[in-house]
Structure formats: structure tokens, C-alpha cells
């Protein structure tokens, strides 16, 4: 929709108990025409305000996107990833 930020992935990190997501992060396409592509990660999962990075295109967001899948991984996490394709 234009005009409205597009959630085009978005991943649940879960550790020891899998019922329990420890983190969230998504990766957002804003659609105002700003080509801004921001990540979100709100860990743990049920904080209220998420850390936020703005990054000029996808590329960069995507770069943001691994290293925050890395690092959850790294602790022994597993993260399930989906993919929202609205295009």
C-alpha cells in the first residue's frame, strides 16, 4: 500500500524453551518515497520501545538484518524467519 511502511520480514528468536520468544526484529520498506528501509528489533521480545536503524536502501538494512541474526545465533538462539512479499 502506498503510503504505508511494508513489514517485508520478520523473525522470532528462540532459546532454551521454544516456546518463548526471547527477541523480535523486523525489516521495514517505508513507502513515503524516501527509499528508507528500517530494522526493528525489540529484545527482549515484549519490550515496548524497539531499537531502530535507518538505512538508505535494502542492501543495508539486509546487512543490519544478518548481523542481528548472527549475534542471536551465536548465543545458542534459533530464529524463525518469515518473509512478507506484498509486491
Not at 503510503?3 to 521495514?28: C, F, K, N, W
Amino acid at each position: 500500500m502506498a503510503g504505508h511502511p511494508q513489514v517485508r520480514e520478520s523473525a522470532l528468536l528462540y532459546g532454551p524453551d521454544p516456546t518463548v520468544a526471547e527477541a523480535m526484529v523486523r525489516l521495514i520498506e517505508r513507502m513515503d518515497g524516501s527509499g528508507i528501509w528500517e530494522v526493528l528489533l525489540n529484545s527482549p521480545a515484549r519490550q515496548q520501545e524497539p531499537r531502530r536503524w535507518e538505512r538508505p536502501d535494502e542492501a543495508g538494512a539486509r546487512a543490519v538484518l544478518e548481523s542481528i541474526y548472527a549475534e542471536g545465533e551465536a548465543t545458542g538462539g534459533i530464529w524463525r524467519k518469515t518473509r512478507h512479499d506484498g509486491r
